[in-house]
């Protein structure tokens, strides 16, 4: 294992669960597992190998690490706070600034959104799924929603009456056209 991951799971949790301490809010189950993979796809995206050892499974919620969610039920063990290396702090910060200021029913939307849990999810059963596959598909998506965005951001233009909303020309067809 590369020695700028984590050596388990638990870590980031216990550093997200500790960050939202610090801020003043709590975590729930469901919004520590989309950070988690979340983080997970973003480290594979950024560096080519895993940021911890994990596994996930596609489920009707999105993926979730088995062995937190077990934890969890239970609440998270007291574990000693996370000492990274500065590059990982600053990786999960960064997580953290771009995710967690969202609620969880705009995390699950986003997480539902994505082509890599359309592809991965079956209604009659949860399955593992790879992760770097899922960086790969995760990668694509974010692509094609970054220019849906920009291509259904309407643009408004200044006309001799005022604003106009800019529409996309759409010619009539030749059997339309009336003799």
């Given at each position: 294992?590369?020695?700028?991951?984590?050596?388990?799971t638990l870590?980031?949790v216990?550093?997200?669960?500790?960050?939202?301490?610090?801020?003043?809010t709590?975590?729930?189950?469901?919004?520590?597992?989309?950070?988690l993979f979340l983080?997970?796809?973003h480290?594979?995206l950024k560096?080519?190998h895993f940021?911890?050892p994990?596994?996930?499974?596609?489920?009707?919620?999105?993926?979730y690490e088995?062995t937190v969610?077990?934890?969890?039920?239970?609440g998270?063990?007291?574990?000693p706070?996370?000492?990274?290396?500065?590059?990982?702090?600053?990786f999960?910060?960064?997580?953290w600034?771009?995710y967690?200021?969202q609620?969880?029913t705009?995390?699950?939307?986003?997480?539902l959104?994505?082509?890599?849990?359309?592809?991965?999810?079956?209604?009659?059963?949860?399955?593992i799924?790879d992760?770097?596959?899922?960086a790969?598909?995760?990668?694509?998506?974010i692509?094609q929603?970054?220019?849906?965005?920009t291509?259904?951001?309407?643009?408004?233009r200044l006309?001799q009456?005022?604003?106009v909303?800019?529409?996309?020309?759409?010619?009539r067809?030749?059997?339309?056209?009336?003799?």
């Amino acid at each position: 294992m590369d020695n700028k991951t984590i050596t388990s799971t638990l870590d980031i949790v216990n550093w997200f669960c500790r960050k939202a301490a610090a801020v003043g809010t709590t975590l729930d189950e469901n919004k520590i597992q989309h950070l988690l993979f979340l983080a997970q796809i973003h480290y594979a995206l950024k560096s080519g190998h895993f940021l911890m050892p994990s596994l996930f499974v596609c489920s009707r919620s999105g993926f979730y690490e088995p062995t937190v969610r077990v934890l969890m039920r239970f609440g998270l063990p007291l574990l000693p706070e996370p000492c990274f290396k500065t590059e990982i702090n600053t990786f999960l910060e960064l997580i953290w600034q771009k995710y967690a200021g969202q609620s969880e029913t705009e995390l699950n939307r986003f997480i539902l959104s994505l082509d890599c849990w359309k592809q991965s999810y079956r209604p009659e059963a949860e399955i593992i799924v790879d992760p770097m596959c899922l960086a790969a598909s995760f990668a694509d998506s974010i692509k094609q929603t970054g220019s849906r965005q920009t291509s259904d951001t309407p643009k408004i233009r200044l006309s001799q009456n005022g604003p106009v909303k800019v529409s996309t020309w759409h010619p009539r067809k030749l059997s339309d056209a009336k003799p």
